[in-house]
């Protein structure tokens, strides 16, 4: 009864994702790659999030400098957009094409908002899917949440 209620939470939250605009469909694909391995998801999504640390203080860093080049900003914001891209953080994305179409206008501080917005959207993602991760771990292996 308690798995039950605990299936119905994860499934609610998961759902959640989706309907605030955080996740999109490429998400759903990243879950399907490891339908045979209750832990892939997790392991995908803690790379992504320590690789995502890295990016975001590379750029923070940068912009600090008073001689920036945003030209050079763009190639790490590209492969930051790749990543996130991959596994279906849509909010994440959305701001680093901000980010990448001020740094073609070269607007500083359009990219410095951006990149303000896309730590913002991070940690937002990170510590939903904290609870998320935790939630499935009190669940167990062989319990999933439920794909709608």
Known sequence: MANSALNRRISTMRQSFFDEGILG?????????GDDDPHFL?????????????????????LRSPSCDLSVLERPLHKFKGAS????AIKVSNEIDD???G??????E???AAVGQIHNEYTILRRKFEQYFQMMR???PSERAVRP
């Open 42 to 62: 997790e392991r995908v999504l803690t790379t992504y999030f320590r690789e995502s640390t890295q990016s975001i203080a590379t750029l923070q860093n940068a």
């Open 25 to 33: 469909e490429q998400f759903i694909h990243v879950e399907r790659l």
């Open 138 to 140: 009190q669940a167990g």
């Open 99 to 101: 980010a990448i179409h």
């Open 85 to 88: 891209t991959s596994i279906g």
């Open 110 to 112: 359009r990219v410095k």
């Open 103 to 108: 740094c073609r206008d070269e607007d500083v």
